[in-house]
């Protein structure tokens, strides 16, 4: 895989699951904060499988589109978008109506003396979206910083887990979905929170994150020694077919791969591929932030895209050149502090 084109052709691949699934979601599909680092590829997947399955239906991807060419390179692909800054009241009570929501909007790096816009993004704002669009179905993105740091060895940080989140970017996670709750209780308006750890794409993830230390003879701290990783295109993949799960109150789906990754151990496999000897500090803690995803993995399937044909594509992806997002994920922080 050597080019963004390529890598995003095979990402936004729909499965053949996909394509069933979409065609019984009735209604268009609207996108928030759809020029995130997922939105744009979840789109192009959405937009393929719907064009697969020859039905009529609407992918309206919504965003400031701060980024230039997003907008116009949606556009090009048959998604229509709406350019809005969704913190403005004028601007969100002004979208049309749309039977599916799938929320992507939300804040994390820069919380750190920033803390009331991270608690207006991710806490505020998701109350007022559940008030405009309280007639129809909602996937919200959340995160699994919201659980507690999870023994290694067991793993067993199910859906059933209680919330205890460290730091305020996890708090106001935490208060999304209170908040999410409460809207679905009060208009019956059935909705999933979507637990995510972590998405990996070649220009941007814990993955990466990686193999970029190896490369460049970088120390790697274990102290948060352990990891949960999902394809992009699989927790893409994974978010859109949630539409066919929603409830009230909201269904909780924890997604990600279902090993327990080692960071000691994907640092010793980039450094075979790369021919390099991993520098390390630090010892493994006991515990880490972790995500048992069983229950979506009996929902939607296996990943279809393995940890070793990650290790495999950012290996050569770094080796190369390719082009990455400076966008790191922090994942090695045990405070909370982002």
């Given at each position: ?181 409460y809207f679905s209780k009060k208009y ?47 927790a893409n993949e994974y978010a859109i ?9 909201p269904k909780i789906v924890n997604a ?83």
């Amino acid at each position: 895989m050597r080019t963004i084109e390529e890598l995003e052709d095979f990402m936004t691949e729909p499965s053949k699951q996909l394509v069933k699934d979409i065609e019984q979601v009735d209604g268009d599909i609207m996108i928030l904060g759809v020029s995130g680092k997922m939105g744009p590829t979840l789109a192009k997947m959405a937009k393929r499988a719907v064009d697969q399955s020859g039905i009529e239906k609407k992918v309206i991807g919504v965003a400031r589109f701060s980024e230039k060419g997003l907008q116009e390179e949606l556009e090009s692909l048959g998604i229509e978008t709406i350019r809005a800054d969704l913190l403005k009241e004028d601007d969100l009570s002004s979208l049309p109506y749309a039977k599916n929501i799938i929320y992507m909007a939300g804040t994390k790096f820069g919380t750190v003396g920033n803390e009331h816009y991270t608690w207006a993004m991710n806490a505020y704002l998701p109350g007022r979206v559940a008030e405009k669009f309280k007639d129809s179905r909602i996937v919200s993105f959340s995160t699994g910083n919201v659980y507690p740091f999870t023994n290694v060895a067991s793993n067993d940080c199910t859906e059933d887990i209680p919330p205890n989140p460290v730091g305020e970017y996890a708090q106001s996670c935490l208060g999304r979905e209170r908040i999410l709750t409460y809207f679905s209780k009060k208009y019956e308006t059935p909705m999933v929170i979507f637990r995510l750890n972590y998405s990996i794409d070649l220009r941007y993830g814990v993955l990466l994150e990686v193999a970029k230390q190896v490369y460049h003879d970088k120390q790697i701290d274990l102290t948060m020694g352990n990891v949960n990783v999902i394809w992009q295109g699989d927790a893409n993949e994974y978010a859109i077919r949630s539409l066919l799960h929603t409830n009230h109150p909201p269904k909780i789906v924890n997604a990600t791969g279902p090993e327990t990754l080692s960071i000691k151990w994907l640092a010793k496999e980039f450094g075979k591929r790369m021919g390099k000897e991993p520098l390390f500090i630090h010892s493994e803690s006991p515990t880490a932030l972790l995500n048992n995803a069983s229950n979506a993995h009996k929902l939607f399937g296996y990943p279809k895209v393995t940890v070793q044909q990650m290790i495999d594509l950012i290996a050569d992806w770094v080796v190369k050149g390719g082009h990455t997002i400076n966008k790191p994920t922090h994942f090695q922080e045990r405070e909370g502090a982002f």
